[in-house]
């Protein structure tokens, strides 16, 4: 029989067990092993049973063990304990506290998915991961985040495997009174809501769920209330599901109902308002439009509020491909903003001008997300030194004229938040768990000192945990695909706790290349059956529901392994999640990443294994392209350019991937030395963790985001009170309409140049015009270096000339400065004039430039040719 109505019956805790409730709710239990050593111990059985989660683990503990607790002082003596550290750690200064004072009083994160715990599923892959991370890292640095998102009734599917290896999405439904959540309500106890308009009269109500991650709040928005009608109630059902429409909905309600759920939020709790509004990604850029608003509401003009936003806003960016960014039609646009629906103060147009993609290979009927996340944010960023190259490149057309490496998108590599997912038998080889010390100076110096057998049975050990997960998880998957228990003995000799194990687990989109490995299927059968120097490979990972196309790569490697000649050395887990992952990442030697190259924004799940002491075996791309070094691990040689063919590009890289584990990485595993041991492998496991650990941590991430980015945006922020924010649009405004006639007239040299020689210092005059404009409102530059066969300026250095005289009759004024000839070779130079301004975060900031044409100087304005 099926229950009509589901209910959660919370169990009753003895007065001395108060504590292990708040310990629960606090999800800072997912990363400290002492939290979780002491749940473990209320019933070792039901912890196991609940997958480790606490709030299951307390409503499932019978009432007398209960009792029984509550009188065994060794237990409520550790209960103590735990909770003074955990008040301790919640409390007391960490890094941030002892930084100067100008730093950012809060800061609002927003993303659309976060992975912090398996007990809490509202993640889908690396985005929601490093959104976790991200909470966690600033939590242990002392940090005063506030996350915000969506709370997703469905969370992403559970994925499993038909018998014919085409893969099956099923949506468990949610319940946040059975997660580590609380409700926010009002001080009458009401719950507390954020309101939305829609077309038609209509409203979308959201209730505010609060995750509580260490220090940090995670609010998240959930509409599935009552009072909405049934269309509203699902509009956060599901992760990256639904339409259109209903994808503009959810971001509607993370950007401008999430801004509203903060100052709920702080004005319930009294915590400080967030002067730094960071954007994880373009799903969440309308909160730019709702912080706008909100201004106007105070009396400031659009232009005015647009500055004073942008100037507390950091906007970062995690894909390398224009695919990857919300579109939206313009009018569906149109139809949800304006008098009858949001924010009906803005006008409609000035919304749609804020994400149009008036640019080469634009699409005028399309609202870009990214567009409009950029452009309401002063300072941006890629997630890796590649990545912003490939960024600065794909959005270029927001700043014509410009040379892509000077578009204002910076970069800060990704990290990982150790004590998730480092293995505890690698933890403890720290003086401390990683990420704790509240100056955030986690050592990874420990290996260096350890004996090579400890070192090599360490990593024995782990892997032979793996072995034990895959197959459990193994058989699992072969009984939901339909198998009896007496078709499954052979699971029972499934991988090889001594062998070479392989690990490949990630989304399934085409780029990230699952079946690469498959390219030469002999071949790699050869490796997996080597009388000697045999390997093992583990693979995991979900296609999304509507990519047929992943489906059938995930498919194509499940028929392999099933082939009863190689699946005790190559299998496929489904269900790819954290739980997974954190005995994935420890049991491998080899952490295998072939995704198209330049593809892959960062790829943070090398860096997790890395920290386990796994080599990285990768195509230079994301954060391998900036760290590799042959002391951690493989380059992969790739194929690319935009003359080579696909399929042949895959040929040609998946052979070197061949020849890499034949040649190289098996012989160097199972050679022995002296004592019996892979003398070389573990030396690289040992500069692996002590060299590389220290480099991919999630605390050196968030570091630089409060250095470069949250400290300058707050400075910026508290710099454009109201007079400023309205003195600077006006000065924009002024400049835009004035900048047609900028021109740089003349310039030229005060020596001849044919001879030149490195070191010589010539002086440049410049004539140009301003037209409405004057000196303070410009920078003349002279830009020179090397330059090519077409007369481009490559590794450019610019200097600034300065006004000496003018305006002229004609209304001119004179520039001078000096150019130094500071290389050899093929050498230029060119005369520009940019927008200058004090508020500005970059002279290219309005886009704004005038270029010396090729006859307004001697020799064209190119030297030494």
């Known amino acids: ?174 319940d946040p009174h059975e997660l580590p959540l609380v409700q926010l309500s009002e001080p009458d106890g009401t719950p507390a809501q954020v309101l939305l308009a829609l077309p038609g009269a209509r409203f979308l109500r959201a209730r505010i769920w609060l995750a509580q991650v260490g220090r940090i709040p995670l609010l998240l928005l959930d509409s599935d209330v009552e009072e909405n009608d049934l269309g509203e109630r699902g509009v956060t059902d599901r992760l990256y599901g639904g339409g259109s429409e209903h994808r503009l909905l959810q971001e509607m309600l993370l950007g401008i109902g999430g801004v509203r759920a903060v100052r709920t939020y702080c004005r319930l709790t009294g915590h400080a308002e967030p002067e730094v509004f960071h954007t994880n990604e373009g799903h969440a850029g309308f909160l730019g439009l709702e912080r706008i608003n909100e201004l106007c509401e105070t009396g400031l003009d659009f232009d005015a509020a647009l500055e004073t936003v942008r100037a507390g806003t950091v906007f970062t960016t995690h894909t390398p491909v224009p695919a990857g960014i919300d579109r939206f039609d313009r009018e569906l646009i149109g139809r949800h903003f304006g008098p009858a629906a949001e924010l009906p103060r803005i006008e409609v147009e000035r919304i749609l001008r804020l994400g149009r993609e008036n640019y080469p290979g634009g699409e005028p009927h399309l609202f870009n997300m990214a567009a409009m996340g950029l452009r309401l944010a002063q300072r941006a960023n890629g997630v890796s030194l590649l990545h912003g190259q490939v960024s600065r490149g794909m959005f270029a057309g927001l700043w014509p004229g410009f040379d892509a490496e000077e578009v204002p998108i910076t970069s800060v590599t990704n990290g990982v938040h150790a004590p998730t997912w480092v293995a505890p038998e690698v933890l403890r080889l720290q003086d401390r768990s990683a990420g704790e010390g509240p100056g955030g100076d986690e050592r990874w110096d420990a290996a260096a000192g350890l004996p090579d057998p400890e070192l090599w049975e360490l990593r024995r050990t782990l892997r032979g945990h793996l072995v034990e997960e895959v197959r459990e998880r193994l058989r699992a998957s072969w009984r939901q695909r339909g198998a009896g228990t007496a078709e499954l003995g052979w699971i029972d000799s499934v991988l090889d706790p001594s062998v070479l194990t392989i690990g490949f687990a990630r989304r399934v989109p085409s780029y990230k290349r699952l079946t690469l490995m498959l390219r030469d299927r002999e071949r790699l059968t050869e490796l997996l059956l080597h009388p000697e120097r045999p390997v093992q490979i583990v693979v995991a990972g979900k296609a999304h529901p509507a990519d047929d196309g992943g489906k059938r790569l995930i498919q ?172 600077l649009a006006r000065w924009k405004t002024r400049v835009r309409g004035a900048w047609p006639a900028v021109t740089v007239d003349h310039v030229e040299t005060s020596a001849a140049i044919e001879t030149a020689e490195l070191g010589t210092t010539v002086s440049l005059r410049v004539r140009v015009a301003l037209g409405d404009l004057a000196p303070e409102d410009v920078e003349v530059q002279a830009v020179s270096g090397r330059v090519d066969s077409g007369d481009r300026i490559a590794d450019a250095s610019t200097a600034p000339l300065k006004p000496v005289a003018g305006p002229d009759t004609e209304g001119r004024w004179s520039y001078e400065g000096p150019l130094a000839l500071d290389r050899t070779g093929p050498f230029g130079y060119t005369v520009r004039i940019l927008p200058a301004h004090r508020l500005l975060a970059s002279t290219a900031e309005l886009g704004l430039l005038a270029v010396a044409s090729d006859g307004v100087g001697e020799e064209a304005g190119v030297l030494l040719r």
């Not at 028929?559 to 489904?574: E, K, N, T, Y």
Request: net charge negative; charged share 25%; aromatic share 10%.
């Open 1 to 174: 029989m099926k229950a009509i109505r589901r209910f959660t019956v919370r169990p009753v805790l003895p007065e001395p067990l108060q504590p292990l409730s708040d310990l629960a709710r606090n999800l800072r239990w997912s990363w400290h092993p002492e939290t979780r050593e002491l749940f473990q111990s209320v019933d070792p059985g039901r912890w196991a049973s609940s997958d480790g989660d606490p709030i299951r683990l307390l409503g499932s503990v019978p009432p007398a063990r209960l009792a029984e607790l509550a009188a065994d002082q060794g237990f409520l003596d550790r209960l103590g304990s735990v909770a003074d550290d955990l008040r301790g750690y919640v409390g007391g200064d960490r890094w941030y506290q002892a930084q100067s004072a100008d730093l950012p009083a809060a800061v609002a994160y927003f993303s659309p998915e976060f992975g912090i715990t398996a007990a809490l599923p509202q993640y889908s892959g690396g985005l929601g991961i490093l959104a976790g991370d991200h909470l966690k890292a600033a939590s242990d640095l002392g940090v005063p985040l506030i996350g915000v998102g969506l709370l997703y009734r469905h969370g992403y599917f559970r994925q499993s495997l038909s018998r014919d290896g085409w893969q099956q999405e099923h949506y468990p439904v949610l």
């Open 556 to 727: 194509e490697l499940v028929r392999f392994a099933d082939d009863a000649r190689v699946r005790h050395r190559i299998v496929f887990l489904p269900d790819y999640g954290m739980a997974m992952a954190q005995k994935l990442y420890p049991g491998c030697d080899i952490w295998l990443n072939n995704p198209l190259r330049p593809l892959e924004a960062c790829g943070t799940s090398g860096m997790k294994a890395a920290l386990n002491g796994c080599l990285n075996l990768s195509v230079l791309d994301g954060w391998w392209d900036e760290w590799f070094d042959p002391h951690f691990g493989w380059a992969i040689p790739t194929a690319d350019g935009a003359a080579m063919d696909i399929d042949r590009r895959d040929d040609i890289e998946a052979a070197a991937l061949y020849d890499l584990l034949e040649q190289r990485i098996t012989p160097r595993f199972y050679e022995r030395g002296q004592q019996g041991l892979p003398d070389r492998w573990i030396e690289m496991v040992r500069r692996t963790l002590t060299q590389l650990g220290p480099k991919v941590l999630a605390g050196r991430m968030v570091r630089e985001y409060v250095e470069r980015l949250y400290a300058p945006a707050a400075r910026a922020h508290r710099s454009l009170e109201a007079d400023a924010a309205r003195e």
